[in-house]
């Protein structure tokens, strides 16, 4: 159930624990492996499968755990192991779409203890920051923000500040980002790769925690944030030459039922001209929540059509998560 690898980073790229301004030690206490099943069934099974794994992070005293949200979506069942080796289970209370977090509540005390947070807006480029791994020290990664910028995803997925840190961790997913004080600035998301000066760099998106404060309380009580639900097209689109290109849609998704098809050009939304994704989000969600008509300009071949398209709310399509 659980990968025991016992790899490890060069002693040159880990934290050396008397010249931190915090216990290392503590922290790891509050880190957790995470094992997830998924229904076959699930909608996100195809892409994402049905056996995950990762890492959460103790964010209270309650048993909180904050993870990446794709990690839990349509979860059916979650293991969480402890550093001592002990493991309990945990249920989803919350999967928030637009920043991507996803949170926890263990069935029992965890006992561990928990990683205060910390802003990542008072990190810059160059700061020196720790993403931590279930392996211990040894899995723990000495890094630097390399850059804060935008990122958007091909799944209808934008963030307007995104962490990207250098050199990366290889099990990002879900890992914590710590400052040099110890405190949670962010949660692990992807691997991303970018060609500079001919050479291929790797870096870890991270997603800020400055994006949780506002809505924890909500997410933990209500389940939700609180606010509308985006628009969902179901469109993957990709970048190309100042053009956005449809890669696919999503099965049964809006955009398919509407008739988009993969390699239509998408010229405009709503009449205002789109050439990158983030624009083209932020287009789409403007224009009202969840159930809007989204009227789009395509090409295909030589020929301009509007298809207009009637979004969703995501969540619709996703198997709701089971509390026990």
């Known amino acids: 159930m659980f990968s025991l690898d016992p790899w490890s980073f060069p002693k040159s790229l880990r934290p050396d624990p008397l010249k931190l301004e915090f216990d290392l030690e503590q922290r790891l206490d ?21 056996s995950r794994s990762g890492h959460g992070v103790v964010i209270d005293s309650e048993g909180h755990i904050l993870t990446i949200g794709y990690l839990v979506t349509e ?14 289970q945990a249920d989803v209370i ?23 947070m910390g802003k990542a807006s008072d990190l810059s480029k160059h700061d020196k920051v720790y ?15 390399a850059e804060v910028k935008p990122f958007a995803g091909s799944w209808e997925y934008l963030l307007e500040q995104a962490l990207f840190i250098q050199p990366a961790h290889p099990e990002w997913s879900g890992s ?3 400052n040099v004080k110890g405190e949670l600035v962010g949660i692990g998301s992807l691997l991303t790769q ?35 639900p ?3 097209l179901g469109l993957y689109l990709e970048e190309h030459d100042q053009q956005l290109v449809v890669q696919h849609a999503s099965p049964q998704g809006p955009a398919e039922e509407a008739g988009i098809l993969p390699e239509d050009l998408l010229v405009s939304v709503a009449g205002q001209r789109v050439q990158d994704l983030a624009n083209f989000y932020r287009h789409v969600w ?21 298809i207009n398209i009637r979004s969703i709310n995501r969540s619709e399509r996703l198997i709701k998560p089971t509390t026990h």
């Open 30 to 50: 509050a880190l957790l492996q995470l094992h997830i099943q998924v229904p076959d069934q699930a909608y996100t099974a195809p892409i994402l499968g049905t």
């Open 75 to 88: 979860a059916q069942q979650i293991w969480c192991r402890k550093r001592d080796g002990s493991v309990v």
């Open 94 to 116: 919350a999967y928030d779409q637009p920043t991507g977090f996803g949170l926890l509540k263990s069935f029992s005390d965890l006992e561990c203890g928990y990683i205060p």
């Open 131 to 145: 993403m931590l791994g279930h392996g211990g020290i040894h899995q723990c990664l000495k890094t630097r923000i």
């Open 176 to 178: 914590p980002l710590l």
């Open 194 to 228: 970018e060609l500079k000066q001919g050479q291929t760099q790797q870096s870890n998106m991270v997603v800020p925690t400055d994006l949780l404060a506002p809505m924890l309380n909500n997410l933990i009580k209500q389940g939700h944030s609180g606010l509308p």
């Open 230 to 232: 985006r628009p969902w």
């Open 286 to 306: 403007s224009i009202g929540q969840a159930g809007v008509e989204i009227p789009l300009q395509i090409a295909r071949g030589a020929e301009l059509m509007t």
